[in-house]
């Protein structure tokens, strides 16, 4: 996702910025003495850079995610641009995309948030050193670091919420993912879908299913489903509701079910339970199925050469 996707994902308006501004006391005032701090940053920009990395390349955890010295020296240059963009004094939409793709970049990369503020942390008492030397006046000193202080911590903000948003995304994704390999629907022969159903049937998993399922019974136009439950540990009421859900919803798509896999303890607990499936086709064999499921659609298989 782009930097300007997680603004609006976020509601980063205008009418939230400014309330995060009055939130962190960031005042026009603070943003006019940062902007006059600019060429105190220049002068001391690549000393608080290199003493900056000095921690994070000094550091067992950190190190790692600068493997080699072509990314330290490019990372120290995008170092050096948001260093000097504090100093900018004005809080607009390029800057919040800036300050959103350090927090995407750092959720890519897998950094956790507990080592950029660490980071900060050395940030700001390196800053601080330098502001205390910079002024003659300890006050001036104090009052430029607290208004950076301000700008700084809710960039923080920014970046937090959007590694939180990326990361999400991620979830999602990756959730997405394991449904899809979860509930394989295969194309068998034109209009013959099959899915082999492995593991567990829970009420998440039975609502996947479904979902997958007529997705694809109406994307292929399908006639016939053949759904294998051989992979299946234990069949009880609720697994046996769910497949008999799912075969009603294709039912309205216009298809069939063929029900296939079943052992002979999967056919006693059946039987047992009570639970009536005789609006599905049943088959022991996959094969079984298949050879039904093509009658069905006017195919047959036969022996080579026949």
């Known amino acids: 996702m782009k930097p300007r996707d997680h603004l609006a994902k976020l509601k980063l308006d205008e009418s939230e910025i400014a309330s995060r501004r009055a939130f962190f006391e960031l005042t026009d005032e603070d943003l006019a003495r940062i902007a006059s701090l600019r060429p105190f940053a220049e002068a001391h920009t690549d000393e608080i850079i290199e003493a900056f990395y000095d921690l994070l390349l000094h550091h067992p955890e950190t190190r790692k995610f600068f493997p080699d010295e072509t990314t330290v020296r490019r990372v120290k240059k995008s170092q050096r641009d948001y260093f000097l963009s504090l100093f900018n004094g004005a809080v ?15 959720e890519r990369i897998g950094m956790p948030p507990k080592w950029y503020l660490g980071a900060y942390r050395r940030y700001m008492a390196l800053l601080h050193q330098k502001l205390l030397a ?15 202080k301000k700008l700084v911590f809710l960039d923080m903000s920014i970046a937090i919420d959007t590694y939180i948003a990326s ?29 082999p159903v492995v593991g567990t049937i829970d009420s998440l998993r039975a609502t996947q299913i479904m979902e997958t399922v007529l997705t694809k ?6 006639k016939v489903l053949i759904l294998d439950i051989a992979g299946v540990p234990v069949v009880d ?6 497949l008999l859900k799912t075969t009603a919803a294709v039912r309205l798509l216009g298809a069939k079910t063929i029900l296939t896999g079943i052992s002979a303890q999967v056919a006693r607990t059946i039987i047992q339970l009570g639970v009536d499936i005789s609006s599905m086709e049943t088959q022991s064999r996959l094969q079984d199925g298949i050879e039904l499921a093509l009658s069905l659609v006017g195919k047959a298989i036969t022996p080579k050469g026949a």
């Open 237 to 242: 009421t609720k697994v046996a509701d769910h």
């Open 217 to 222: 019974v109406s994307e292929e136009q399908a």
């Open 134 to 148: 910079h002024f003659s006046d300890p006050a001036d000193a104090h009052a430029a670091y607290h208004s950076v």
């Open 92 to 106: 607009g939409t390029t800057y919040l995309e800036n300050r959103a793709r350090v927090g995407e970049a750092h």
């Open 167 to 195: 990361n999400l995304d991620a979830i999602k994704r990756h959730q997405a993912a394991i449904r899809e390999l979860s509930t394989p629907v295969i194309r068998v022969h034109e209009r013959v879908l099959l899915l």
